[in-house]
């Protein structure tokens, strides 16, 4: 039998696990005063006189205000010079200097009021006017949605609009120390919680139900619960997220497990995959080739190094042992990788035509999953961050299908 695999019911599992966020904290309003600082140099480089954030993480990431995104306009417009400021409903406004960490004028719209013109009006008193001899340039909350942004767009009193995320994603894929260390509690609190999920296996278990422990076992750890959860048995493990029907675990099944959950609203994502019972050789052969196509990953993941660079060192791991190629299956179907901070999936992703190069508090997964379809799927993930001596791993990758843990060392 697989080490760590089995032999605990629930209740023991869930006794042997313990709250640990003590001693975290999370994102200081110096920090947000820094983001906001570095945002505007970048738009004054890029000649962006503006930017609008809308509700959602690029919000949080520059604000502190959490706000998930709706029909009703909520957001910040932020000038390559000067003080930002916020746009939201006016029976809002208490709301949202509850939530906020920097502090700003809040300027409201009541529901019978366009929140559109609203915008022209602030960036009108913030002095960003359009003339004959030019066309201020507004940067756009890749996030906003198009209904908004053609509100925007119709009543344009002659504004040049560009994708912020010249601004927003730049700043946010160069992870700070305290965003890695909230990621890696979350991860290593994720981890926990697979091998308590692991424990709990037994013959005829539901992928439901191990689901359910699964929530419960993240808020043990003191997490409020799993942000996602995918359990697959057997044939099921082949489809990368999951299918529509519960399974049931059967011997000589594969098990894919991929959960995270959010500390001080930064993630985790992390999958372990192993055999309930004995590996087959055939088993045991695609695990080795997922491991071997990680490690190529990592190796490759040098700073400078372009992205697109990573996912070509899994690739050609997986087609030297006879997958593939490109995404033909029996093979990897997926990119190698993606970046990951209040987002689970961010930019910059390890994936051909990505070209970004690699550079410090970059963070990503590292994932490139094996699919035989009709048998099983072998996924193996867990994340790394670009540190000044090169990568660095959050967790440990899974050391063998017989031990996936590693408790047997």
């Not at 209740?11 to 003590?22: F, G, I, S, Y």
């Not at 570095?38 to 480089?45: D, G, I, K, N, S």
């Not at 700003?104 to 006017?129: K, T």
Request: proline residues 6%.
């Amino acid at each position: 039998m697989t080490i760590g695999v089995g032999g605990s019911t629930p209740q023991e599992a869930l006794a042997r696990l313990h709250n640990m966020t003590d001693g975290l904290e999370p994102i200081a309003h110096a920090e947000y005063q820094a983001r906001i600082g570095r945002a505007q140099v970048r738009m004054r480089e890029l000649g962006i006189d503006a930017i609008l954030l809308s509700a959602g993480s690029n919000l949080e990431y520059f604000t502190g205000v959490r706000w998930n995104p709706s029909e009703r306009l909520v957001g910040a417009l932020l000038p390559a010079n000067g003080a930002l400021e916020y746009i939201a409903p006016v029976f809002e406004e208490g709301t949202i200097r509850d939530f906020m960490v920097v502090q700003g004028a809040v300027n409201g719209w009541q529901e019978h009021e366009s929140p559109y013109r609203l915008v022209f009006d602030c960036l009108l008193r913030m002095g960003i006017r359009p003339n004959v001899h030019a066309r201020p340039r507004i940067g756009v909350c890749p996030a906003l949605p198009f209904f908004m942004f053609d509100g925007l767009r119709q009543l344009d009193p002659g504004y040049a609009f560009v994708d912020a995320a010249s601004v927003s994603g730049y700043c946010r894929q160069r992870k700070s120390s305290s965003e890695i260390a909230l990621m890696q509690r979350a991860k290593l609190m994720t981890l926990e919680v697979q091998k308590a999920a692991a424990s709990i296996l037994r013959e005829g278990i539901s992928t439901q139900e191990v689901v359910e422990f699964i929530q419960r076992a993240h808020r043990a750890v003191g997490a409020t619960g799993s942000v996602f959860c995918i359990v697959l048995f057997g044939e099921a493990s082949a489809f990368p997220h999951g299918v529509s029907y519960t399974q049931r675990l059967k011997r000589g099944d594969m098990v894919l497990i991929d959960t995270g959950c959010r500390v001080h609203s930064y993630l985790s994502d992390i999958t372990r995959s192993y055999v309930f019972g004995e590996p087959s050789e055939h088993q045991r052969a695609i695990w080795g080739f997922e491991r071997e196509a990680q490690l190529a990953a990592f190796a490759a993941a040098q700073l400078g190094t372009p992205c697109e660079q990573v996912d070509e060192a899994a690739r050609s791991s997986l087609e030297a042992c006879g997958l593939g190629p490109d995404y033909q299956l029996p093979g990897l179907p997926h990119r190698t990788g993606h970046g990951i901070g209040l987002d689970i999936h961010e930019g910059p992703y390890l994936v051909r035509g990505d070209h970004t190069p690699l550079d410090v508090g970059m963070c990503f997964s590292n994932e490139p999953m094996i699919c035989v379809p009709g048998e099983f799927g072998v996924r193996l993930e867990d994340h790394f961050y670009m540190s000044e001596r090169g990568p660095c791993w959050f967790t440990e990758p899974s050391p063998s299908i017989d031990d996936p843990f590693g408790l047997g060392r």
